[in-house]
Antibody, heavy 118, light 106 residues
Framework: EVKLVESGGGLVQPGGSLRLSCATS????????MEWVRQPPGKRLEWIAA??????????EYSASVKGRFIVSRDTSQSILYLQMNALRAEDTAIYYC?????????WGAGTTVTVSS | NIVMTQSPKSMSMSVGERVTLSCKAS??????VSWYQQKPEQSPKLLIY???NRYTGVPDRFTGSGSATDFTLTISSVQAEDLADYHCGQSYSYRTFGGGTKLEIK
């Protein structure tokens, strides 16, 4: 069974850092683009970061809203996707989902909630 | 950034009715459009990819169509379990999503 399980969310103060993890299983991790999508309360889904597959050298892309603050990476030995989030702002408050990209986001995790507040 | 605009924002339909949801792109995205269903308190699920391809296991009452800037998701005969938010997304130029349509069942 293909599974994605996010963890690492929580309450953090503005300016703080958090690292999210996405543990994957049931598929060949290196074959797929893996991406992060967030959903602020009451707002639309927002794509924020992508890690391309091994064939594309695991290169990364970011949305303008997080570029320079967030870093996406992989532990290929454990099939885990990470999102390092720095300089967090109130507007980063959201549910964060990791998703597998196959021609559309075909598998999603349940999400982990990040709240940025003092 | 390509802007995806969905309409209507919400709709209330009776079981058995035909439902048509619209998604318009601010520029030509070919057929790089997907549709997602998000039930309350759940993560999104892929329904349609490549504008018109039904994902594995998706009931055939869900049909996607369109190309370039205009896309439609049709539910031929809506069921009670279709209560959800529906999102379109484009992957032509990175990824953006529409604002969603909330489908309520009368």
């Amino acid at each position: 069974e293909v599974k994605l399980v996010e963890s690492g969310g929580g309450l953090v103060q503005p300016g703080g850092s958090l690292r999210l993890s996405c543990a994957t299983s049931g598929f060949t991790f290196s074959d797929f683009y893996m991406e992060w999508v967030r959903q602020p309360p009451g707002k639309r889904l927002e794509w924020i970061a992508a890690s391309r597959n091994k064939a594309n050298d695991y290169t990364t892309e970011y949305s303008a809203s997080v570029k320079g603050r967030f870093i996406v990476s992989r532990d290929t030995s454990q099939s885990i996707l990470y999102l390092q989030m720095n300089a967090l702002r109130a507007e980063d408050t959201a549910i964060y989902y990791c998703a597998r990209n196959w021609d559309g986001f075909d598998v999603w995790g349940a999400g982990t909630t990040v709240t940025v507040s003092s | 950034n390509i802007v995806m605009t969905q309409s209507p924002k919400s709709m209330s339909m009776s079981v058995g009715e035909r439902v048509t949801l619209s998604c318009k792109a601010s520029e030509n995205v070919g057929t790089y459009v997907s549709w997602y269903q998000q039930k309350p308190e759940q993560s999104p699920k892929l329904l349609i990819y490549g504008a018109s391809n039904r994902y594995t296991g998706v009931p055939d009452r869900f049909t996607g169509s369109g190309s370039a800037t205009d896309f439609t998701l049709t539910i031929s005969s809506v069921q009670a379990e279709d209560l959800a938010d529906y999102h379109c997304g484009q992957s032509y130029s990175y990824r953006t999503f529409g604002g969603g349509t909330k489908l309520e069942i009368k």
